[in-house]
């Protein structure tokens, strides 16, 4: 995605004088290095507390993942998304309309899940000696299909403004940077669903032109906490320009290249407190003392600029086989280049999702995720049968009060029978496998003699 682009790309950006200088996406630094640097001024021992939160990071990390791999919990962690597409209407236009929208958005989740997942067609680029390493997050985004006001939502907003665009470095609500005027209804954007329960996206416009997305990282204190990062700011701003997957970004110079939907991949890596693999220092790592806390990926002395270099790529931080992994989705190299996440960075990721995280209240309510479509909410229910547990993962148990039904069939959300149980004589508790069902919300529905009954299973 980031050809030229990539020296444009913001992950974050404080820094006025820099962006303010950098009118052409060639020169506007890169925002994480900017926020680095921003956070050195504020602490000069920042670099040193960095290191410890890094070590005591790692330590958790390593700790979650030993538990993990003697309980063998792989579970998948599900997690509710956003996307408030706040953009003038000529600009919701360029992207097709509510139609082209709503393909942006399936398409731009696709991309997460299947990097998220280990899940890409291109891993197969990757490189054997880096192989191992290939990292599984196992973080499944959905859409959240429950407005904070409890109503139902596909997922997204599209929110007409008249802003052309929302600067990164300045603004008249919030902290006034990371585009927080796109962050509330107040200054033309729109506000935040809870963002400890949602992970909230804004598509816009973003300024200065060339700026690919702005990713806020955990409110850790060593980067100014809830201060710099409040909490209904937390999120990720990507220029509409970079949203979503398509073939052909030719009319949205400049961030043309960005077109494999993997901007957000990139900056939600700094959401969830992922590092550049060259550490703090975007333009020069030279000295190689810079490091990104994790330890399976390679030191290297600065990034991997907007190319898709062969392998091995060997650099003054590591000069031998196999090199740096340019091809880690927090490097900079081009979007078709990127295919990996590392198991380090896996680990790294876990302890913001696990309990004490500051992302660990994301898997907190499925309720979000599979909410009842209107569909769903018309058809009349009486709960006379009893489903538990209701929600369901794996299979549930229907008992029909000393009865046994002629049928009990399970009813999707356009009003298809989907699976269809037929108890035996005196059966009256039936044990139901969901295994081969989507994930949803079903109106389970029990013919018994002479009544009908109706209940809702949510499973999830
Ligand atoms: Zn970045």
Not at 51 to 57: A, C, D, G, S
Not at 206 to 226: E, F, L, N, Q, R
Not at 287 to 302: H, I, K, N, Q, W
Not at 372 to 389: F, L, Q
Request: aromatic content about 10%; proline content about 5%; hydrophobic content about 35%.
């Amino acid at each position: 995605m980031y050809k030229k682009i990539t020296a444009a790309l913001l992950s974050i950006c404080t820094c006025s004088i820099a962006i303010a200088q950098s009118t052409t996406p060639t020169t506007i630094l890169d925002g994480w290095d900017v926020l680095m640097k921003n956070c050195e001024k504020r602490n000069p021992n920042f670099k040193a507390d960095l290191q410890v939160l890094n070590e005591q990071i790692a330590k958790k990390a390593a700790a979650y993942m030993q538990t993990n791999a003697a309980n063998k919990t792989t579970a998948v962690k599900e997690v509710p998304i956003v996307f408030h597409i706040v953009l003038t209407q000529s600009k919701i236009n360029q992207l097709g309309g509510a139609t082209g929208i709503a393909e942006r958005v399936q398409s731009q989740i696709d991309v997460l899940n299947k990097d998220f997942n280990a899940a890409n067609a291109d891993s197969s680029l990757i490189p054997a000696a880096f192989k191992p390493l290939y990292g599984n997050m196992g973080i499944k985004f959905s859409l959240a299909h429950k407005a904070p006001n409890g109503s139902y939502s596909p997922g997204y907003e599209i929110v007409t403004t008249t802003k052309s665009g929302f600067d990164i470095q300045s603004g008249t609500t919030g902290t006034g940077q990371f585009c927080s005027d796109a962050k509330f209804t107040s200054s033309g954007g729109a506000d935040a669903w809870d963002t400890k329960k949602y992970i909230n996206v804004w598509i816009t416009d973003i300024t200065p032109m060339g700026v690919g997305g702005v990713g806020t990282p955990p409110p850790y204190a060593i980067y100014g906490g809830t201060t710099q990062f409040p909490w209904n700011e937390q999120g990720i701003v990507i220029s509409y320009m970079a949203f979503g997957k398509r073939t052909n970004g030719s009319q949205f110079f400049p961030l043309q290249a960005a077109i494999a939907g993997r901007t957000l991949v990139h900056e939600m890596g700094h959401y969830f407190n992922l590092f550049h693999p060259f550490g703090m220092s975007t333009m020069d790592n030279k000295t190689c003392t810079d490091d990104d806390g994790v330890s399976d990926t390679p030191l290297e002395s600065g990034p991997t600029q907007s190319i898709c270099p062969s392998f091995p790529l060997l650099d003054t931080c590591t000069k031998t086989f196999p090199g740096v992994m340019y091809m880690n989705h927090m490097d900079y190299s081009a979007d078709t280049c990127r295919t990996m996440f590392s198991t380090g960075q896996v680990a790294r990721v876990s302890i913001e999702l696990a309990g004490g995280g500051f992302r660990d209240q994301l898997t907190s309510d499925p309720g979000l995720i599979y909410w009842w479509p209107s569909s769903v909410n018309n058809v009349a229910v009486n709960n006379e049968v009893a489903i538990y547990p209701n929600p369901a993962t794996n299979s549930c148990t229907i008992n029909c009060n000393d009865n046994t039904a002629r049928s009990i069939e399970f009813i999707n959300n356009l009003g298809q029978v989907v699976y269809t149980i037929t108890p035996v004589a005196n059966e009256t508790i039936v044990h139901a496998d969901l295994s081969n069902l989507a994930k949803g919300v079903y109106v389970i529905k029990c013919t018994f003699n002479n009544t009908i009954t109706t209940t809702k299973l949510l499973h999830y």
